[in-house]
């Protein structure tokens, strides 16, 4: 490994499995994909700890990470490395993660969930660069914040701060994956306009959308494109997002009074979304905690693989407390 101290990281996402060694910069040294059955709790763990064996078997004699940083989907119980559980993978009693992979690799191991393991990331790497305190707002398939203040992560009592993406919107015909009415994740997440645009489209029977679902083509960037183009439920599905996402940046920006926001997440990468999204943010903040937010940006760590950079960082604060 080119005599660079290096950790793995293991990015365990809904789809995949991405294992790597990264070193303390955040350099990327090897990395291979594996796939993810979640169709089970079994079949969830079997292909984390599956992939985490075939990983270990294939390098060489002189691999020595000095800690292993895992980012899980769900909740987490950081200083004891256990999955607690999960709304999207079938997780619904604790799995003693950390002990499990110690067993394998035979050195520390640390776990965080997806959205805590980019904060750590865009901390160490990114944005904390330049800001001690900043939101990183993650938007893709669901949606949740890492807030960083004074140059720590807000974790909260049981490592679940930052789960935004179940606040309130007031409107309960709004069905969300939490069993909950209203969440606005369900309205502003890549996941959500999905879901909402086929729940919606027998009310709008001329839509574009149910073409591009029926084509495989249906997709938060798809909606945002038909939107522009006059399509009359892709447009109420954008504007909603749009406000709502705002109304809830706004309050954030009001309630912890940032010098900057992230956003990381695939629908930012589409040109729309974020301009919109912050200039309504801006526009109902108050006027101190507007003036004080420098700069809002999608972050510039590479998006595909935060995840294992991510996992990375874990490992690495996991050291550092």
């Known amino acids: 490994m080119e005599n660079k101290k290096y950790v793995t990281g293991i990015d365990q996402g809904g789809t995949k499995i991405l294992i790597g060694n990264v070193t303390v910069d955040g350099e990327v040294l090897i990395e291979k994909r594996y796939p993810m059955d979640r169709s089970t709790r079994e079949t969830s763990l079997a292909s984390l ?3 985490a064996e075939d990983f270990l078997s294939n390098q060489s004699a002189d691999y020595a990470p000095i800690a292993v940083g895992v980012g899980l989907v769900g909740h987490i119980d950081f200083k004891k490395g256990i999955w607690v559980n999960s709304m999207n993978i079938p997780i619904r009693s604790p799995e003693p993660v950390a002990d499990k992979l110690k067993k394998i690799f035979g050195v520390p191991v640390f776990c965080d969930n997806d959205v805590h393991s980019a904060a750590i990331a865009e901390l160490k790497l990114g944005a904390g660069k330049k800001y001690d305190d900043f939101i990183y707002l993650s938007v893709g398939t ?10 720590k992560l807000i974790r909260g009592a049981a490592n679940y701060a930052g789960e935004i993406g179940h606040f309130y919107s007031g409107d309960d015909s709004v069905p969300c994956v939490c069993g909950r009415k209203g969440c606005i994740e369900a309205m502003c997440s890549g996941g959500g306009l999905i879901g909402e645009a086929r729940r919606l489209m027998p009310e709008y029977p001329s839509t574009v959308l149910s073409r591009y679902d029926a084509e495989g083509r249906l997709h938060s960037h798809s909606i945002f494109d038909a939107a522009s183009e006059g399509d009359e439920l892709a447009k109420f599905l ?3 997002a ?12 009001n309630l912890l009074n940032p010098p900057a926001v992230v956003f990381g997440g695939g629908v930012f990468t589409h040109p729309f979304y974020l301009p919109a999204v912050r200039d309504y ?20 760590l590479d998006a595909a693989k935060l995840g294992l950079i ?8 996991g050291l550092e407390r």
Do not use: C, Q, W
Request: hydrophobic share 50%.
């Open 49 to 51: 700890y599956n992939a």
């Open 142 to 151: 669901g949606m949740a914040a890492g807030v960083i203040s004074d140059g």
């Open 238 to 240: 954008t504007d909603r």
């Open 242 to 253: 749009v406000r709502v996402l705002g109304n809830m940046l706004a309050d954030t920006i």
């Open 281 to 300: 943010a801006l526009a109902h903040a108050t006027p101190v905690s507007r003036s004080a937010v420098k700069e809002m940006f999608v972050s510039e």
């Open 310 to 317: 991510g996992a990375a960082m874990v490992a690495l604060d």
